[in-house]
């Protein structure tokens, strides 16, 4: 409006000028002050682009409806697994530009170049990518970072260091072999062919061998070739004199891995732009924080991870309670336990896709045949061994991701087998510890012997005052007062005492019984051949 207002300013000016000048003055006037308001206009056109210019939110596009999410930890299968499930949601959602935070040092190999594929392939879903680093985003982090369409980073952010390296059994870090460095250059190519990032640069952070050249040609612009893409660039600029320091120099010797700080990144075309923080690449989107649709972590997802780390552990101490359960029915409190440890157990490998129907179906027929061999004794020991091997074996593959498959060339595969064997070991190792000192420690514990030993008509009796009456109780007749499978309760005489089926034995509840031995503050018994639990019983 402010061109219109001049313009009739002028006029007015040229108008009272005419009353005092004539007709040919007044004329002359006019065409200056029209070429003063013409001028004062583009002057106003000029200044108010700038303005607009100047203002983050006005120079953006439309970015439609934003969604968030955050990758904030170690890069491994729970990000992995929250992101493929963040990635349905923003579909699900009609989202249009997903924004994610990055913040991480790295992880394994094999779930970062899942989640750069995941990244990498939204595009053809219409969904726009942008990465935003506050802090840092280092090797496996950096990579999936630059997955994306846009990059932006704090000005103290840092991005790059794309090192593939492992441990050895010593603790020695050691650069991986070539092959899988290769894998993670062609990941990098791939972004560069495809996001538009310099090549050179991308390479660079994980090519610790080569070395990455600045190169000027004459009348062209800087140009970062790494060292494997020297001859043809050299052969496509052959007016490049390398001997000239203004024109060819090594940017980064051997042995360096590019990293980059937020002002660099930017600097060298590696980010789409510097923002402070999340507020701020808010206002770069042109968009309100209260509008964009949250993303992150669900609790669910959060306790399956915290669980996770804890499930060879969680999944041991479920079957020990379990076992510890069918020895002392009627009491509830081991099969509560059981069952609270054993759903966490589930909810951590189903979260993480581990566990499906066929691991839980061996666990579950390992259990059962473990159980009926300590009811029935029916099959001398064989019932119990098999059991242990399919439940070991279920507990195996229920660490086993079960995307892999059994090839014992893969090396990913091979990884995943030893960590798998080794979370079911730990898993028996603690039923078997747990079991053994259950033996020779609960029923010391005063407390929940009484517990267990508790009856209505009966005085309970503590196991060291069993032990010091061991001379009292050999030979002693009595009734089984629960069924001994082979654990149980007895009565002798007025009194209720722990006791156990003599070599693992099944007793029915009523049946006559004697005491042949006092072992770890409990009674053994066998039952007597011809007698019936109304029979006379010994009182002492």
């Given at each position: 409006m402010r061109p219109f207002l001049l313009r009739y300013l002028a006029d007015r000016f040229a108008s009272s000028m005419a009353e005092t000048t004539g007709a040919t003055t007044r004329a002359l006037c006019e065409a200056r002050a029209g070429?003063?308001?013409?001028?004062?206009?583009?002057?106003?056109?000029?200044?108010?682009?700038?303005?607009?210019?100047?203002?983050?939110?006005?120079?953006?596009?439309?970015?439609?409806?934003?969604?968030?999410?955050?990758?904030d930890d170690a890069i491994d299968r729970f990000s992995d697994r929250y992101l493929a499930r963040a990635i349905e949601q923003a579909k699900a959602e009609d989202i249009d530009t997903l924004l994610v935070r990055i913040d991480t040092d790295g992880g394994t190999v094999h779930h970062a170049r899942s989640m750069f594929k995941r990244i990498l392939d939204l595009e053809a879903e219409g969904i726009r990518t942008v990465a935003f680093i506050d802090f840092r985003a280092i090797s496996a982090g950096a990579?999936?970072?630059?997955?994306?369409?846009?990059?932006?980073?704090?000005?103290?952010?840092?991005?790059?260091?794309?090192?593939?390296?492992?441990?050895?059994?010593?603790?020695?870090?050691?650069?991986?072999?070539?092959?899988?460095?290769?894998?993670?250059?062609?990941?990098?190519?791939?972004?560069?062919?495809?996001?538009?990032?310099?090549?050179?640069?991308?390479?660079?952070?994980?090519?610790?061998?080569?070395?990455?050249?600045?190169?000027?040609?004459?009348?062209?612009?800087?140009?970062?070739?790494?060292?494997?893409?020297?001859?043809e660039f050299l052969a496509a600029h052959p007016d490049v004199d390398r001997d000239d320091p203004t024109q060819f120099i090594v940017y980064r010797g051997p042995d360096r891995l590019l990293t980059l700080t937020g002002r660099e990144a930017?600097?060298?075309?590696?980010?789409?732009?510097?923002?402070?923080?999340?507020?701020a690449m808010h206002e770069r989107l042109g968009v309100n924080g209260d509008d964009v649709v949250d993303l992150s972590p669900r609790g669910t997802e959060r306790l399956a991870w915290a669980l996770s780390r804890f499930a060879p552990i969680l999944a041991g101490l479920a079957v020990l309670f379990l076992?510890?359960?069918?020895?002392?029915?009627?009491?509830?409190?081991?099969?509560?336990?059981?069952?609270?440890?054993g759903a966490g157990f589930l909810l951590a490998q189903y979260s993480l896709d581990l566990i499906e129907h066929i691991e839980l179906l061996l666990i579950v027929i390992g259990i059962g045949l473990i159980a009926a061999e300590m009811y029935t004794m029916a099959g001398g020991g064989l019932l119990a061994a098999f059991g242990g091997a399919a439940g070991l074996t279920g507990l195996v593959l229920a660490f086993l991701p079960n995307e892999l498959t059994f090839d014992f060339d893969d090396p990913i595969f091979v990884d995943a087998l030893i960590?798998?064997?080794?979370?079911?070991?730990?898993?028996?190792?603690?039923?078997?510890?747990?079991?053994?000192?259950?033996?020779?420690?609960?029923?010391?514990?005063?407390?929940?012997?009484?517990?267990?030993?508790?009856r209505e008509e009966v005085t309970a009796t503590s196991a060291g005052e069993i032990e010091a009456r061991t001379g009292e109780l050999l030979g002693?007749?009595?009734?089984?007062?629960?069924?001994?499978?082979?654990?149980?309760?007895?009565?002798?005489?007025?009194?209720?005492?722990?006791?156990?089926?003599?070599?693992?034995?099944?007793?029915?509840?009523?049946?006559?019984v004697e005491v042949v031995s006092v072992e770890f503050g409990e009674v053994v018994v066998r039952s007597v051949a011809g007698a019936g639990g109304s029979g006379e019983i010994d009182s002492g």
């Open positions: 070429l003063a308001a013409r001028i004062a206009g583009c002057l106003l056109l000029i200044a108010a682009c700038a303005a607009y210019a100047e203002d983050p939110i006005s120079t953006t596009t439309d970015h439609g409806v934003v969604g968030y999410m955050e990758i990579l999936i970072a630059y997955a994306h369409e846009d990059v932006y980073l704090s000005e103290t952010a840092s991005i790059g260091d794309i090192g593939v390296v492992f441990q050895s059994p010593e603790g020695e870090i050691k650069y991986a072999p070539e092959k899988f460095e290769t894998v993670v250059r062609t990941l990098l190519t791939q972004a560069a062919e495809q996001r538009g990032w310099n090549r050179g640069m991308l390479l660079k952070m994980t090519a610790h061998k080569q070395s990455l050249y600045r190169i000027t040609p004459p009348g062209g612009s800087v140009e970062y070739v790494i060292e494997d893409d020297l001859p930017v600097q060298f075309g590696m980010a789409s732009g510097n923002v402070a923080d999340l507020d076992l510890l359960e069918l020895q002392t029915p009627g009491v509830g409190l081991w099969l509560a336990l059981a069952a609270l440890l960590d798998a064997a080794f979370g079911g070991a730990t898993a028996v190792g603690i039923v078997v510890v747990g079991t053994v000192v259950a033996i020779r420690f609960i029923p010391r514990i005063t407390a929940l012997h009484r517990q267990l030993a508790a002693k007749r009595g009734e089984a007062a629960e069924a001994l499978h082979p654990g149980g309760m007895v009565r002798l005489g007025a009194e209720s005492i722990r006791a156990r089926a003599e070599h693992g034995a099944y007793v029915p509840a009523g049946a006559a």
